[in-house]
């Protein structure tokens, strides 16, 4: 029997425990593509990896049970789990998306979806008069991201959610900043919802994955059949690595978070630093919604030094952090969101956006927050 659990307990016990038959603390890793069925006609829970696998279960019913809900699917990186998810979506369909999206899913709609006829619109999705406006006889579905990548945005779900309830259309969120331990889209209505759990959940930069958790039993079976028939399936391995990171995934983003926090404030203060864009400023556009709606502000910061010879000058000034287009994982990342990050996404449009070539975005690590303030020093000169 299933007890209830306070939040941080529950991510050390979301999935199953061990293994029954020898009493090892954790689920195994089950390195087979086959499983003995023994004799026809009857057929043993697992067949074949590709559509299920014991250690992937695992970790997809733990996700579920963390996102408070009830189908789980686990895929071989976050853009597979993105791009099954839009799967849903079909020739002549229309979907919105938050217009400062990640430039993977800007790159998926438009140099593929677009091919196969779905139709899609960038909207700002923090102003629901411009989402309305947008809706379309066709519309089908609205994709969003809040906190969005890389200017943190923030879009109310619950309007949201329920504006889509009332016009009949999915919504989706990409919740890889958030982390269900701080964001429970279902609880607000979201229907399909979204991880790179590349990032945060794994948390140490050793794999990739992504994850989608849903209620609705319909969409669950749309999403099996996808993952099914795409076969772009967590390894059983990195399924492993996955579950481990989820253990550790609330006492990890509790202490990004505080150096987060810390850190966001003295930014401000720094001389080179012409904004610095973290929801948990009083004063960031939507921080009250976000507030309603979130646990905290997570553990990512944009600051603009105004200039791509500023930005690309204080990235290569600093000894502490990875260089690089990741996030989330216990060392601090800096990345150039202009040519990396959403390197696909066209110049015009990812300036007309404010994603200009003077922004720096740090993905804060669990290492002490004064070592990193002496690393970025270069912000005084």
């Known amino acids: 029997m299933e ?27 089950y390195l087979t593509s086959t499983f003995d069925q023994e004799e026809l006609p009857a057929r043993k829970p697992y067949e074949y990896s590709r559509g299920q696998n014991p250690t992937r279960e695992a970790l997809e019913q733990a996700i579920a049970r963390l996102e408070g809900g009830k189908y789980g699917f686990a895929f071989s990186s976050g853009m597979a789990a993105i791009s099954t998810a839009l799967c849903l979506f079909a020739t002549g369909e229309h979907v919105l998306v938050t217009e400062d999206c990640y ?37 089908r579905g609205i994709f969003v991201e809040s906190p969005s990548n890389p ?67 319909q969409l669950a079976r749309q999403i099996k059949l996808v993952q099914m028939a795409f076969g772009a399936v967590l390894s059983p391995f990195d399924s492993y690595l996955t579950l481990r990171g989820l253990k550790t995934l609330a006492i990890r983003m509790e202490q990004q978070q505080s150096n987060a926090r810390e850190l966001a404030l003295w930014l401000r203060d720094r001389k080179k630093v012409k904004r ?44 502490i952090p990875v260089i690089g287009p990741s996030l989330g994982g216990v060392e601090t990342i800096i990345t150039h969101p202009f040519s990396m990050s959403h390197a696909g996404i066209p110049a015009e449009i990812k300036n007309r956006l404010g994603i200009t070539p003077g922004l720096v975005r740090i993905s804060v690590g669990i290492e002490e927050v004064e070592d990193l303030k002496q690393d970025f020093s270069a912000l005084d000169r």
């Open 151 to 217: 200017l943190m945005r923030i879009t109310d779900l619950a309007a949201l959610s329920q504006l889509a309830r009332e016009k009949g259309l999915i919504t989706l969120i990409d919740n890889t900043f958030a982390t269900p331990y701080l964001q429970k889209p279902l609880a607000l209505g979201i229907d399909v919802v979204i991880h790179s759990a590349t990032k945060y959940i794994g948390g140490h930069s050793d794999l990739l994955a992504g994850l989608i958790v849903v209620n609705d039993e």
């Open 103 to 139: 430039g993977g899913t800007y790159r998926i709609l438009t140099k593929f979806f677009a091919r196969y006829g779905v139709e899609f619109d960038f909207v700002d999705t923090t102003d629901l008069e411009q989402v309305k406006k947008a809706i379309k006889p066709n519309t």
């Open 276 to 319: 610095v864009y973290y929801p948990g400023f009083s004063d960031h556009p939507g921080a009250e919604i976000h507030q309603r709606q979130a646990r905290g502000p997570g553990a990512v910061i944009t600051i603009d030094l105004g200039s791509e010879e500023e930005a690309i000058a204080f990235i290569n000034s600093t000894s």
């Open 3 to 29: 007890r209830d659990l306070k939040e941080k307990s529950l991510y050390v016990h979301a999935g199953p425990r061990g293994d029954k038959h020898t009493g090892a603390v954790n689920v195994p890793v």
